[in-house]
Every structure is written in C-alpha cells, then in structure tokens.
C-alpha cells in the first residue's frame, strides 16, 4: 500500500487552468501505475487518466483528451493532471490512485481535491 495525498483543487472560469498534484509516500513509488478518477456530485465515479510506472505510456478518457495531461516525476514521488481548456462538466473530486500492474486492482487512493469550474 502506498499513501496518496492530492493537492491543487480550486475554483476557475470556464476555460482556464488547473494542475493537481498526488503525493506519494514510501520508497516504491516508481513501481506503481497511478490514475486519476473524478466523481460528479449524483454521478459516479469515472476514469480521467493514467499513466505507467516508467511514464512511457499514458491513457486518457475520450471526454478529456486533447486537454488534459497525466505526467509523473519519481524522483518526487508524485503524479500530477494538468487540465486546461476546462468545462463546467469536469466539475468533481479528484481523486488519484495506485496500482502494481496493468491487471491490479487500484489498491491505493487519495482522499481528493475538488475542482469547480464556474461558467
């Protein structure tokens, strides 16, 4: 298990910028594939993005690619979600999350940021 803890959540205009970000404890970090999941109030929870341990490889849901971007640095343990371009529908709780392998479950999850985008 690893400890995931997200910052970076506010309030922002239609069309503007956000970059959260995931802290991750202990010194396994690099070995996990992390995501990001939002959950709209009334909604469930759905997929954003991830990306690979090495951070090779990147995955996005169709309603935000092309405007967000998943990226890590493991020498600081942390993921980050840069969103632009954001919609008043990408209103939610981000939550990021940790896996071992392509095939896991997601084991670890932060306790979320929320980010209202105001139109």
């Known amino acids: 298990q690893v400890q995931l803890v997200e910052s970076g959540g506010g309030l922002v205009q239609a069309g503007g910028s956000l970059r959260l970000s995931c802290a991750a404890s202990g010194p396994t970090f690099r070995t996990y594939t992390m995501g990001w999941f939002r959950q709209a109030p009334g909604k469930e929870r759905e997929f954003v993005a991830r990306i690979s341990n090495g951070g090779a490889t990147t995955y996005y849901a169709s309603s935000v690619k092309g405007r967000f971007t998943i990226s890590r640095d493991n020498a600081k343990n942390t993921a980050y979600l840069q969103m632009n371009s954001l919609k008043p529908e990408d209103t939610a709780v981000y939550s990021c999350?940790?896996?071992?392998?392509?095939?896991?479950?997601?084991?670890?999850w932060g306790q979320g940021t929320q980010v209202t985008v105001s139109s």
């Open positions: 999350a940790a896996r071992l392998t392509p095939a896991s479950e997601w084991h670890s």
